[in-house]
């Protein structure tokens, strides 16, 4: 069982930035696979960013150059930084793990791929 807790949601105004942490409970974390998606309401759940166990990164198209994921080994963490935020981005943000080290790159923006999900920490973007 590994249970992640996000935070570090708010209200920002567009232009500005926010920084997205995970906590991560499993004691194989470095062994996983880790993603970001948003949901805003509406719409379906959008892949945002994955951090593979091997620390290659993948990104949506409408936040490349704008967002990095990141993981901290140490604290058990992946972190979303955002900036340049524009209200399109404004979603409820989950947090995801995939435990199978396996996972082909090509199924990491993929919702099926992860076996363990966040209760989402809310990101509105407005003036």
């Known amino acids: 069982q590994v249970d992640l807790v996000e935070s570090g949601g708010g209200l920002v105004q567009p232009g500005g930035s926010l920084r997205l942490s995970c906590a991560v409970s499993?004691?194989?974390?470095?062994?996983?696979?880790m993603a970001w998606f948003r949901q805003a309401p509406g719409k379906e759940r959008q892949f945002v960013a994955a951090?593979?166990?091997?620390?290659?990164?993948y990104y949506g198209d409408s936040v490349k150059g704008r967002f990095t994921i990141s993981r901290d080994t140490a604290k058990n963490t992946v972190s979303l930084q955002m900036n340049a935020l524009r209200p399109e981005d404004t979603a409820l943000y989950f947090c995801?793990?995939?435990?199978?080290?396996?996972?082909?790159?090509?199924?990491?923006?993929?919702?099926?791929?992860?076996?363990?999900w966040g209760q989402g920490t809310q990101v509105t973007v407005s003036s």
């Open positions: 951090f593979r166990n091997n620390g290659a990164t």
């Open positions: 499993g004691r194989a974390f470095r062994q996983y696979n």
């Open positions: 995801a793990v995939d435990t199978d080290s396996g996972t082909i790159s090509s199924r990491l923006r993929a919702e099926v791929a992860y076996d363990y």
